[in-house]
Nanobody, 123 residues
Framework: QVQLVESGGGLVQAGGSLRLACATS????????MSWFRQAPGKEREFVAQ????????YYGDSVKGRFTISRDNAKNTVYLQMNSLKPEDTAVYYC?????WGTGSSNDVVYWGQGTQVTVSS
C-alpha cells in the first residue's frame, strides 16, 4: 500500500500562485508515473497533469497548459504542482495519484490516490 499525502492548498486571489506537494514514504515512488487530478463541486474528477518515472516528460490537461507545472524529486519521494495565474474556475479539491499507465489522463489507471487538498481561488 502506497500512502500519498498532499499539502499546500489554500485560499488565493485570482492571478495568484500556489504550489502543491505530494509526499510518500514508499521506496517504489520512482516506479510510478505521477499525476494530479482535481474535482470541483458537482463535477467529475478532471485530469490536470502527469509526469513520467524519471521526470523527463510531462503531460497536461488543456485547461491548465501554460499555467501549471508538474515536477518530481525522486530523492525526496515528492511530486509538485506549481500553479500560476490561478482563476476562480481552478477552485477544486486537488488529488495526487500514482499511475500504472502513461498518457491516458484517465482516473481508471490510477493505482493509489491521496486524500486531496482544497484550492480556492477568489475573484
Amino acid at each position: 500500500q502506497v500512502q500519498l499525502v498532499e499539502s499546500g492548498g489554500g485560499l488565493v486571489q485570482a492571478g495568484g500562485s500556489l504550489r502543491l506537494a505530494c509526499a510518500t514514504s514508499t521506496r517504489t515512488f520512482n516506479s510510478y508515473h505521477m499525476s494530479w487530478f482535481r474535482q470541483a463541486p458537482g463535477k467529475e474528477r478532471e485530469f490536470v497533469a502527469q509526469i513520467s518515472l524519471s521526470g523527463s516528460t510531462t503531460y497536461y490537461g488543456d485547461s491548465v497548459k501554460g499555467r501549471f507545472t508538474i515536477s518530481r524529486d525522486n530523492a525526496k519521494n515528492t511530486v509538485y504542482l506549481q500553479m500560476n495565474s490561478l482563476k476562480p474556475e481552478d477552485t477544486a479539491v486537488y488529488y495526487c495519484a500514482a499511475d500504472s499507465d502513461w498518457g491516458t489522463g484517465s482516473s481508471n489507471d490510477v493505482v493509489y490516490w491521496g486524500q486531496g487538498t482544497q484550492v480556492t481561488v477568489s475573484s
